[in-house]
């Protein structure tokens, strides 16, 4: 699984962002997709996954601020972002894993597929 994130770096503070993980090989669309962020100094944090059944999972820190999206063809996976803060300003993953849990996973040991990630900067 090959995974590419794609998007606008830099946005001013309560703006909106579509990031978008494109996913290709033959079993992509069988595979669980989540979206990870790294602020300098911090860990890795799950934000939001999408899971193959359709269904999602979102962090409680940032429910009701973001939307996680799969395209019918279930190779890209957006996250969309609004209302965003300067402490939203993080490198962002998308990951993926060719198995589901019940519930979805938000943690990043549980994924071997990684993209680069794109750096977000939430400042005016």
């Known amino acids: 699984l090959q995974l590419v994130e794609s998007g606008v770096g830099l946005v001013q503070p309560v703006g909106s962002l579509r990031l978008s993980c494109v996913a290709s090989g033959d079993a992509a669309p069988y595979y669980t997709i989540a979206w990870f962020r790294q602020a300098p100094g911090e860990e890795r944090e799950g934000v939001a996954c999408s899971n193959t059944d359709g269904t999602t999972v979102y962090a409680d820190s940032v429910k009701g601020r973001l939307t996680i999206t799969r395209d019918d063809a279930k190779t890209t996976v957006n996250l969309e972002m609004n209302n965003l803060k300067p402490e939203q300003t993080a490198h962002y993953y998308c990951?993926?894993?060719?198995?589901?849990?019940?519930?979805?996973?938000?943690?990043?040991?549980?994924?071997?597929?990684w993209g680069q990630g794109r750096q977000v900067t939430v400042s005016s």
């Open positions: 990951a993926g894993e060719g198995k589901t849990w019940d519930g979805g996973s938000l943690l990043a040991t549980d994924y071997d597929y």
